[in-house]
């Protein structure tokens, strides 16, 4: 099983602020089949990110995604008020799938 | 707008059994792998597994292999999630996902539903 581990485990910033959120996999991901999600709280967790590196429908250009191999990054470039929530990466590429343990920006 | 409509709150005790749904719209639905995905109070996410509804095949995580089964009608667009006698430890939040377009069954889960919480308590 491909182990996530993100950091930093919460993230302390003001609105405009950049975040960058790390995640880092026991093994190498193949094919870039890594995923971050939002989920704010009592909703359900939304896709942001995709392929690594590609956003998915509607998700604001100030998300982006980066890395490959073990090491992968979540950037926000503005912090809007919406954006404070937790942040979960994925891989898909080995089953089983697995999610890393959450990042909360507050 | 498609969407994954789970069935309501439950609370059981232990010991009991229980089936939670997942309906999906759209006359595609049976095409795409649908996923559940378990969050425990306070937790993280954790993949329990994915179904084709199409013809049911069905992929389990090792940790949830004969703990749950997840099973299909595409008759009727649902996915269920079931226990056959519940523990504590099996209170959570179950949601159900759709694999996005294209995708195999290596994907992300594009559309979630908006979640099921189970409590198992004496």
């Known amino acids: 099983e491909i182990v996530l581990t993100q950091s930093p485990g919460t993230l302390s910033l003001s609105p405009g602020e950049r975040a960058a959120l790390s995640c880092r996999a026991s093994q190498s991901v193949s094919s870039n089949y890594f995923a971050w999600y939002q989920q704010k709280p009592g909703q359900a967790p939304r896709l942001l990110i995709y392929?690594?590196?590609t956003r998915a429908t509607g998700i604001p250009d100030r998300f982006s995604g980066s890395g490959s191999g073990t090491d992968f990054t979540l950037t926000i470039s503005r912090l809007e008020p919406e954006d404070f929530a937790v942040y979960y990466c994925?891989?898909?590429?080995?089953?089983?799938?697995?999610f890393g343990q959450g990042t909360k920006v507050e | 707008e498609v969407q994954l409509v789970q069935s309501g709150a439950e609370v059981k005790k232990p010991g009991e059994s229980l089936k939670i749904s997942c309906q999906g719209s759209g006359n595609s639905f049976s095409t795409y792998w649908i996923g559940w995905v378990r969050q425990m109070p306070g937790r993280g996410l954790e993949w329990i597994g994915i179904i084709y509804p199409r013809d049911s095949d069905t992929r389990y995580n090792p940790a949830f292999q004969g703990q749950v089964t997840i099973s299909a009608d595409k008759s009727t667009n649902s996915v269920y999630l079931q226990w056959s006698s519940l523990k504590a430890s099996d209170t959570a939040i179950y949601y159900c996902?759709?694999?996005?377009?294209?995708?195999?069954?290596?994907?992300?889960?594009?559309?979630w539903g908006r979640g099921t919480p189970v409590t198992v308590s004496s």
């Open positions: 996902a759709r694999h996005g377009l294209g995708g195999g069954e290596y994907w992300y889960f594009d559309l």
């Open positions: 994925q891989q898909y590429d080995i089953s089983p799938r697995t």
């Open positions: 392929g690594a590196s």
